[in-house]
């Protein structure tokens, strides 16, 4: 590049040629970050931050994972309801986000000096990730319909992990009635959380679930 400039390049900047090739430069640059960033990308980008999330040891940061689980899924949920995905790209998608969400959810289970005495906004950042957990499940079987089994199966690496998540609430007192939605139970019981589902429904108050049983 250096070819094109003139014994007085200080003085009168780069030649025409050299500003040419400079603003292609820019542009393709330009190009690139708008496609990283765009919603259809907008997974993996926090999925690095996702990977970062392998230790919580204090209830705002017990928050914070929690709003990021709520993101991740608000996230997959958007691109599917936009048609961003088919039914093998979503089931990739479901893959991906099913293995961060899982090492943060550990990481929330790990953190014993989070949960007692649990404040109200731990709750219901909690509340608000599982709501939007079901959300996402709700939208992939209107999506895919006789698919939909397949596509969100992934997510099934989750059960054991929301159960004892779910537990570590219930040991100082607060049930899962108070932070999962009334949809979670039928949404995520056909979606093979039994686990989940079965400890939620023995652990819940007042039968705020309706009467929906759960095999053994």
């Known amino acids: 590049m250096s070819s094109y400039f003139c014994s007085c390049c200080l003085r009168c900047g780069p030649p025409a040629q050299v500003r040419t090739k400079l603003n292609f430069f820019l542009s393709d640059w330009m190009n690139r970050m708008l496609i990283r960033y765009s919603p259809r990308h907008l997974i993996h980008s926090e999925q690095l931050v996702g990977r970062q999330i392998n230790s919580v040891t204090t209830t705002e940061s017990a928050v914070s994972s929690y709003q990021y689980l709520s993101r991740q899924f608000s996230s997959l949920r958007q691109g599917i309801e936009n048609g961003q995905y088919t039914a093998s790209e979503a089931r990739e998608q479901f893959q991906s986000i099913s293995q961060q969400a899982s090492t943060t959810i550990t990481a929330l289970n ?50 054991a992990p929301l159960q004892q998540n779910l537990n570590a609430f219930s040991r100082y007192g607060v049930t899962p009635q108070r932070i999962i939605p009334p949809t979670f139970l039928p949404t995520l019981t056909q979606a093979g959380f039994g686990r989940t589902a079965q400890f939620a429904s023995a652990n819940s108050v007042n039968n705020r679930f309706g009467s929906t049983h759960f095999a053994n």
């Not at 079901?134 to 319909?145: F, T, W």
């Open 110 to 159: 790990n953190c014993l000096q989070c949960y007692p005495g649990a404040s109200s906004v731990l709750s219901q950042s909690a509340s608000q990730a599982y709501s939007e957990m079901s959300s996402l499940v709700q939208i992939s079987n209107q999506r895919y319909g006789q698919q939909s089994g397949n596509v969100i199966a992934p997510l099934t690496q989750l059960d």
